[in-house]
């Protein structure tokens, strides 16, 4: 009885040995079929600034919101809450920034009623 166990426990080993075969990688030989020019990078691409260009207000200051961003790409106007406070120099009202920007998952802050909450990083004069 106890040779059939082991015979019974190699077999299952060896199956699951063989059925645990890696696949190669797709993505390494499509990778090898295109033209050389479409895995190029040209550095016009990676140029390209992804920074938001916006306007420091305090219009809300009076319900109890202190600084907002307000930015205007043409299509829509967007209002931004800074998660922290703007450096003194940046924080004037009617300044115009430069900066990068996440929006966060959290309630307006108290007297803010308008605007969607963010973390403001890089930001500097426009």
Known sequence: ???RRILLYFLFI????????????????????????TQMVTRNETSIDP???GKVSHKYRATGCATVI?????????????RGK??????VDGQEVVFDYTTLKMPQPAGCSVG???????VAKK
């Open 14 to 37: 060896a199956v699951a040995a063989v059925s645990c075969k890696c696949k190669p990688k797709q993505k390494a030989a499509a990778s090898v079929d295109k033209p050389a020019e």
């Open 86 to 91: 703007l450096p003194a120099d940046i924080d």
């Open 116 to 122: 969607i909450p963010a973390e403001i990083k890089d």
């Open 1 to 3: 009885m106890t040779n």
């Open 70 to 82: 307000i930015v205007n790409d043409g299509q829509e106007v967007l209002t931004l809450i800074p």
């Open 51 to 53: 920074r938001t260009v």
